[in-house]
């Protein structure tokens, strides 16, 4: 099992730093997010920084790109790393992409599934010269030597998607080479749901389920006292809460049996009240959607949980102070050499 550092996007003369230290605590590698800085920039500063290490956007925002820019964004990536880049790709919410981004959002989920294809037909070209994709959302049938990166020696880099819902992840099945699981996407969910979808998708295109990736964000309370937990139980309490508001994710805490969770939030959130959010996440949702445990017990639990299930586990709170990085670094290590 892989196991990367999920980080927000950093000023560019922060990156390399980072980069370094992750290489160097034994982590895989880096998940960059993409929030008001741009996941790619911060991606070739850690390339050149530290390489070897295995770097991916979790996730780039698609649709105010074109799949040209993006494709092209990506190969210079897979060539910079050595072919240890992974393109993720998510649609984010109408609310953004419409009125922060200025772009279009009907159908995200059949046109993010044209925009994958999309981008792996401009791979192609780069490497034959001809370009010919024609979806229902996207034609591209023009490239020219001078506006091509050209071939590389690395193979095409790897397609991922982030899907929730059921269509998505059946989606993702057929045309991706990965699925970016939600950070509230507990083990319940994951057997229920994305499995069993992944491998429909899968088997619709003839591929098998073991051809795509899960990278699962993993929210973890760790320290060997009740003391140094408690603080964190706050912080992953909070973070639940706001990516529990979205009314598109509120099946995943029904089923889990805290039926309801979405709309107690989001009430909350409608009076401006943060503080009383995160108090609508008991301590059973947080004991059922995070992994709570001692330094030496960690790697063990997450394991127990998640063998079998992910291909790359996300670590979402291993960044802070130097001392808890570099255990979070010891865990990976347990991780990934079994």
């Given at each position: 099992m892989h196991v990367d550092v999920m980080m927000i996007p950093q000023a560019l003369n922060k990156v390399g730093d980072l980069a370094r230290r992750t290489q160097a605590a034994g982590f895989s590698g880096l998940l960059i997010t993409e929030t008001g800085r741009t996941a790619y920039l911060n991606a070739a500063v850690a390339s050149q920084?530290?390489?070897?290490?295995?770097?991916?956007?979790?996730?780039?925002?698609?649709?105010?790109?074109?799949?040209?820019?993006?494709?092209?964004?990506?190969?210079?990536?897979?060539?910079?790393?050595?072919?240890?880049?992974?393109?993720?790709?998510?649609?984010?919410?109408?609310?953004?992409?419409?009125?922060?981004?200025?772009?279009?959002?009907?159908?995200?989920?059949?046109?993010?599934?044209?925009?994958?294809?999309?981008?792996?037909?401009?791979?192609?070209?780069?490497?034959?010269?001809?370009?010919?994709?024609?979806?229902?959302?996207?034609?591209?049938?023009?490239?020219?030597?001078?506006?091509?990166?050209?071939?590389?020696?690395?193979?095409?880099?790897?397609?991922?998607?982030?899907?929730?819902?059921?269509w998505m992840l059946r989606m993702a099945g057929e045309v991706a080479d990965g699925v970016h699981v939600h950070p509230i996407g507990e083990p319940g969910y994951l057997t229920r749901h994305v499995l069993p979808n992944v491998a429909a998708g899968a088997a619709t295109a003839g591929r098998s389920p073991s051809d795509i990736a899960l990278m699962v964000p993993v929210m973890t309370i760790v320290g060997d006292s009740d003391e140094e937990r408690a603080k964190q139980r706050d912080s992953v309490r909070a973070s639940m809460a706001f990516y529990g508001s979205t009314p598109n994710y509120a099946f995943i805490w029904n089923e889990a049996g805290f039926e309801g969770t979405t709309a107690r939030i989001r009430e909350k959130q409608k009076a401006g009240d943060f503080a009383g959010m995160a108090a609508q996440v008991s301590d059973e949702h947080v004991a059922a959607f995070a992994t709570e445990s001692t330094w030496d017990g960690l790697a063990d639990a997450l394991t127990q949980k998640y063998a079998g299930i992910a291909t790359r586990l996300v670590l979402y709170t291993a960044l802070g102070d130097h001392e808890r990085f570099e255990r979070y670094g010891e865990v990976a290590r347990r991780m990934i050499t079994g």
């Open positions: 920084a530290a390489p070897g290490l295995e770097l991916s956007t979790g996730v780039a925002v698609a649709f105010p790109r074109s799949p040209f820019v993006t494709a092209a964004a990506a190969w210079e990536l897979q060539e910079a790393t050595g072919g240890k880049f992974r393109l993720g790709l998510g649609t984010q919410v109408r609310t953004h992409v419409v009125r922060r981004y200025g772009m279009a959002f009907d159908r995200p989920g059949p046109r993010l599934r044209d925009y994958v294809l999309a981008v792996k037909a401009c791979f192609a070209a780069f490497r034959t010269g001809k370009l010919d994709h024609r979806g229902a959302f996207y034609d591209l049938d023009f490239i020219t030597p001078q506006w091509s990166p050209g071939p590389i020696a690395a193979p095409d880099p790897k397609v991922d998607v982030a899907a929730v819902n059921p």
